[in-house]
């Protein structure tokens, strides 16, 4: 099956700088990868998705970018506000199947 | 548009009793996940309806995990006898559309402890 792996697990930025989370899958039939941001007390919120068939795609300050040879992908979060801080998850889904496989999470911190 | 529920939001109970999770997922989406994460892990899928049909049951744990959707609207999730290891947050997400186009919505999960 799908693994997917997230890194880094924490992250710290000053605010206004950007904020680069990492993640990797195996399995090259994955076609869709959506991040969801998850702040405390609440579910996970979906905040960008990327599609197989694009390489990037930007919403404000956020964006996502794939490589699907070296099966990475990447969300890039720029002028970083305190509101930012949360836990990100990344994950992926084939066309195959209905279930995501999520990375293990990574807690931005974004210091004032 | 309500988003996904979930009932209780937390739940403290001792090893070998029972409880019953509940999820009511966003009105007319068909398609229904649970999910799981323990402590520091990945978020892990348990299983999918499609209305009160299970689409997927491939990541339930054990025979001690039972999950149902009656009349394909809410669902719930009952373990008996709990276990320690069975401590974490259980999501449950809903979506309207099956397939490559699948945005799932998320609730704010059920932590489930354990002692």
């Known amino acids: 099956g799908e693994n997917v792996e997230q890194h880094p697990s924490t992250l710290s930025v000053q605010e206004g700088d950007s904020a680069v989370i990492k993640c990797t899958y195996s399995?090259?039939?994955?076609?869709?990868f959506p991040w969801y941001k998850q702040e405390l007390g609440k579910g996970p919120q979906l905040i960008i998705d990327i599609r197989s068939n694009v390489g990037e795609k930007k919403d404000q300050r956020i964006a996502v970018t794939l490589n699907k040879t070296a099966k990475h992908f990447s969300l890039h979060i720029t002028e970083t506000q305190p509101e930012d801080s949360a836990v990100y998850f990344c994950a992926a889904k084939s066309n195959t199947g209905n279930q995501f496989y999520f990375g293990t999470g990574t807690s931005l911190t974004v210091i004032p | 548009e309500a988003g996904v529920t979930q009932f209780p939001s937390h739940s403290v109970i001792e090893k070998g009793q029972t409880v019953t999770l509940r999820c009511d997922p966003i009105s007319g989406h068909d398609n229904l996940y649970w999910y799981r994460r323990v402590m520091g892990k990945e978020i892990k899928f348990l299983l999918h309806?499609?209305?009160?049909?299970?689409?997927?049951e491939s990541g339930m744990p054990n025979n001690r995990f039972l999950a149902e959707r009656t009349g394909g609207t809410y669902s719930t999730l009952k373990v008996q006898p709990a276990e320690l290891e069975d401590s974490g947050v259980y999501f449950c997400a809903s979506s309207r559309i099956q397939g490559a186009l699948d945005t799932q919505y998320f609730g704010p999960g059920t932590r489930l402890t354990v002692l």
């Open positions: 399995d090259s039939a994955s076609n869709y």
């Open positions: 309806f499609v209305k009160e049909s299970k689409q997927d």
